[in-house]
């Protein structure tokens, strides 16, 4: 285990409904792949995020089924705490923004960076609903672009010229919530002085050379027109503003926004409370030579490259105004922002609304995990929208995951159990025999680099070249053919399944489930593939029960790196990893595609 200390920050899901795959395609396999590929290089991980469960959303669905928004929460944190357990995502703590000790992290950030002058209060004019009186938040209202003419502009930012944005500066404004116009009434909130941070914020992203260039040619251009945000909202359901005469207000809270980034660090906080060790969160957020990992869709940069950090250097006294760390001490910044593109379906952008939406729990329910965290990995949107079709989806599955990793695990086992019932004994390595060996085992070194760099997508696809190799060895050698010269024919299922062990190694970290598998068809024993775990736990502080995701990584046998198999390994006929899709599949995904359900 090195020291080095790596914090995976998972964008939190909103808890207003379950999660769709397209969500899980931008924070949730890609931070997976991260953290498990770090454990295995034998680095110390802390990954967290939890349940958004703030904001005007969780009103309106809390409004229209006649219950309170923490009800909804409580329900859709449960659902979004199983879908994201049953497809394998590692958290070391997946919470809520619920909790006692989230609202007293964000309440601290607040007051640190009023300490330091950086938020001030102001009266602005804010966005009504006309019909309910409720605040709309700046997402919730679209209209055009007042810089760019672009239609579909939100409240807070043009997606099309990237420039901030107010509510009422749009023109022709509309509430996304129920089609109004939107009422604008004047208000006093407070706000971050985000253009105290041009500078700071331009001298830290000088540095960032690393990121994705569409996520750090974005996150430059947003310094161009920084104008102070509103820290506050109008709204009853919230944390509270940790101030005199504000404190006890039910008509103001901090916005949804600016608590629900704090969650990375509350999240830290929290797990280690849990761990016994109260201050090991610092390890993660003060070592100068700790890294910090945020991982989201592109809709989620301006918060993550610009909000956060900009809270961050305020409450380290880091802006223009200076000032000294709060009670916790000078916090890291993100090095990298690690934003995927969009995922469409079928042509077609997610909308539970519209009903162009596959759930995670109802995908999981009809085909396996490993499935879809390998079309994501191999076919997702890591630098450009990406179209899930389930035709494509048929076909990576079938060609590729069944037809090439399943098919080659299988003969190689199949042939050994049968021929020796173990591991066989080599003798004398041929050229090839080395070759591909030397080819398997060097590509730890070439995918652990693409991996560590987040090229996830170049990354598998280097594995699945070096698995096309083994399956290329095998036909070239076929060891059904030598019966006649029983030493050769071990030497060549010994390489093979050498070579399925590297290969197994170097897609753990994409498809944890099958490496599982594949670890005890090699006759391996114990845990190769840490799978997480939800466990019920009790607020730390007011008692209130929920459920969280955790487990214990460290238990597993996973390490990148060639782990030599063992002759004489007993090995019995193997079952298949994958599972092959009809194509009748297709035509049944269409039509409940079209029909909605």
């Known amino acids: 285990m090195s020291d080095r200390h790596i914090l995976t920050a998972v964008a939190w899901p909103y808890a207003n409904g379950p999660r769709h795959i397209g969500h899980v395609s931008g924070f949730g396999v890609p931070s997976d792949v991260f953290s498990r590929y770090q454990r295995m290089a034998g680095n110390k991980v802390l990954m967290v995020s939890g349940t958004d469960e703030h904001g005007t959303p969780i009103t309106v669905a809390a409004d229209a089924e006649g219950v309170s928004p923490q009800e909804i929460a409580d329900r859709n944190n449960r659902i979004i705490v199983g879908d994201l357990t049953g497809l394998g995502l590692s958290y070391d703590l997946f919470t809520r923004t619920t909790t006692a000790n989230h609202a007293a992290v964000s309440q601290e950030i607040f007051l640190g960076l009023l300490k330091n002058g950086y938020v001030f209060p102001q009266t602005t004019l804010g966005a009504i609903s006309p019909s309910t009186g409720r605040t709309l938040p700046d997402r919730y209202i679209e209209g055009t672009c007042p810089i760019c003419g672009y239609d579909g502009a939100r409240g807070d930012q043009c997606d099309n010229c990237g420039n901030q944005l107010d509510p009422v500066d749009l023109v022709n404004p509309v509430s996304k919530i129920n089609g109004e116009t939107p009422k604008f009434v004047e208000s006093e909130h ?74 990375y660090l509350s999240a830290s906080i ?50 223009d105004r200076g000032g000294s760390p709060g009670s916790y001490g000078t916090l890291n910044l993100p090095t990298e922002v690690v934003s995927s593109e969009f995922l469409t379906m079928e042509g077609k952008k997610f909308s539970s609304s519209r009903r162009v939406v596959i759930y995670v729990r109802d995908f999981l329910e009809r085909y396996d995990a490993d499935a879809l965290r390998y079309f994501i990995a191999v076919a997702g949107p890591e630098n450009q929208d990406t179209d899930f079709t389930w035709s494509e989806f048929r076909r990576r599955n079938n060609d590729e995951l069944v037809a090439g990793w399943g098919n080659l695990v299988n003969r190689s086992v199949s042939m050994a159990a049968k021929n020796v019932g173990a591991v066989p004994q080599p003798g004398d390595l041929t050229d090839a025999d080395r070759d591909l060996l030397a080819t398997t085992s060097g590509a730890f070194g070439t995918v652990g680099e693409l991996l560590g760099r987040n090229r996830q997508k170049a990354a598998i696809n280097e594995a699945m070249r070096v698995v096309g190799e083994a399956n290329k060895y095998l036909s070239d050698q076929a060891p059904w053919k030598l019966k006649e010269d029983p030493a050769r024919r071990d030497s060549v299922l010994f390489t093979a399944l050498q070579a399925i062990k590297d290969c197994n190694g170097l897609l753990s970290p994409f498809l944890p489930h099958a490496a599982q598998q594949v670890h005890e068809l090699l006759g391996g024993e114990g845990t190769w593939s840490v799978a997480p775990r939800i466990e019920e736990v009790t607020d730390l502080d007011d008692g209130r029960p929920y459920p969280v995701i955790t487990g214990d990584y460290g238990t597993g046998q996973a390490v990148w790196a060639s782990v030599p198999i063992t002759p004489g390994t007993p090995l019995e006929a193997p079952k298949p990893v994958f599972t ?18």
């Open 190 to 263: 407070w706000f971050l002085d985000l253009p105290a941070f041009a500078k700071a914020l331009g001298d830290w992203l000088g540095t960032r050379k690393s990121w994705r260039p569409n996520v750090l040619n974005f996150s430059v251009n947003l310094l161009e027109d920084l104008k102070p945000r509103s820290y506050t909202r109008d709204i009853d359901w919230g944390i509270r503003i940790p101030l005199p005469d504000w404190q006890d207000r039910d008509d103001k809270r901090i916005y949804v926004w600016f608590d629900a980034v704090v969650g």
């Open 270 to 319: 929290e797990w280690a409370r849990r761990s016994g060790d109260p201050e090991a969160w610092r390890q993660w957020w003060q070592s100068p030579d700790a890294d910090a990992y945020y991982f989201m869709g592109k809709d989620n940069i301006v918060f993550h490259a610009e909000i956060w950090p900009a809270q961050l250097l305020g409450y380290n006294g880091a802006g």
């Open 580 to 597: 092959k899709l009809d194509e009748s599949i297709v035509d049944e995904e269409l039509r409940r595609f079209e029909e909605g359900s």
